[in-house]
């Protein structure tokens, strides 16, 4: 969160902003701005959920010895894209309503450039496939049997598409009624979004994730759209999502924080916006849960949900520590 030294100075800035008009917002907030600034606190870096803080340990290790922000966010996720038992993220995420688990992911560095895949199946580390695809084509975006042609071709193994023990177990269950509404809890919504400040003053940013459990086959949500599941912007911040992909998408989520960033907003403040927006644009909201994270280029952070429950790891030189974000609808 900021300081409350620079949010008095901005509180005054945006005042003296008032009176001239708001073209000066954007010139304020702008590179010079942020790039002059002593008071930076870097590196840093903040990712959803409980699983965030094994992801963020893996991060770390890379921020803390000087490594780039780029490489902490892909190897940070890779580490919840490992774990099988995470029902969520990986192949060990829940199916579709036809017992497919496929997976999206995005990564975006601070120089702009960035790149996705959806509806991969079969293939463990979508979020490398994503930085290959930004890497090495001239596209952002590869889907489905393309994205894992691509990513054999470039060496990734295919797995086995059986489901995990444990996802064969909730499909199974799923199955006796096959109702399908996404539940405004924290279970069906755990994608990993991570977002860094490294020691060179660069952000970066990633999200993956299998989607929401039970999905219609084929649906693809905010998670691997760069602007909704995750946007970075090196002049002034970067942003994540997590929640029901679909009341993201409607609002351009991630890419609103980072702009509402720009105009002036704190992180928080920011975050805190795009959930009112969010809840201004989808008529459904009391039955979802959403959840914003962002970090500017100062390394002031901020979160903000939709309900309760939505929480975040962050690392920096003081330690890995698991934060509640406040929340819109008490
Ligand atoms: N945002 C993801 C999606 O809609 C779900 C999640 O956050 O778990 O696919």
Request: aromatic share 6%; hydrophobic share 40%; proline share 3%.
């Amino acid at each position: 969160m900021g300081t409350r030294r620079s949010f008095i100075k901005k509180s005054t800035l945006l005042s003296a902003l008032a009176l001239t008009g708001l073209p000066e917002i954007t010139k304020a907030f702008s590179k010079e701005n942020f790039s002059g600034a002593d008071d930076v606190r870097k590196p840093v870096v903040i990712s959803t959920w409980n699983h965030g803080l094994a992801a963020n340990d893996a991060a770390w290790k890379i921020l803390s010895s000087n490594g780039v922000a780029l490489d902490a966010v892909e190897k940070g996720v890779m580490v919840t894209e490992d774990d099988l038992t995470n029902l969520s993220v990986g192949l060990g995420g829940l199916p579709d309503r036809d017992g497919n688990v496929t997976l999206d992911a995005c990564i975006m560095d601070e120089k702009g450039r960035c790149g996705g895949v959806a509806f991969l199946q079969r293939i463990k580390h979508p979020i490398s496939v994503a930085r290959m695809v930004m890497e090495k084509t001239p596209h952002v975006l590869i889907v489905g049997s393309g994205a894992q042609k691509f990513a054999l071709d470039n060496g990734f193994k295919l797995e086995s598409k059986k489901l995990t023990p444990e996802a064969e177990k909730a499909y199974k269950e799923w199955l006796k009624t096959s109702q399908y509404k996404p539940v405004a809890n924290i279970e069906n919504h755990d994608t990993i979004g991570m977002v860094a400040l490294d020691a060179h003053g660069n952000l970066s940013g990633s999200c993956t994730t299998s989607g929401l459990a039970y999905k219609m086959n084929g649906r693809v949500g905010d998670s691997p759209i760069i602007g909704a599941g995750m946007y970075v912007d090196n002049e002034i911040g970067a942003a994540c999502a997590t929640g029901v992909g679909e009341t993201v998408l409607r609002i351009c989520g991630s890419y609103l924080v980072v702009e509402l960033m720009r105009q002036g907003a704190s992180p928080a403040d920011a975050c805190k916006k795009a959930v009112e927006r969010l809840i201004s644009k989808n008529p459904n909201y009391k039955d979802v849960q959403v959840g914003f994270l962002a970090l500017n280029k100062k390394g002031e952070h901020g979160a903000y949900a939709l309900q309760k429950g939505f929480n975040y790891a962050l690392a920096d030189n003081t330690g890995n520590k698991l934060f509640d974000a406040d929340y819109s609808l008490k």
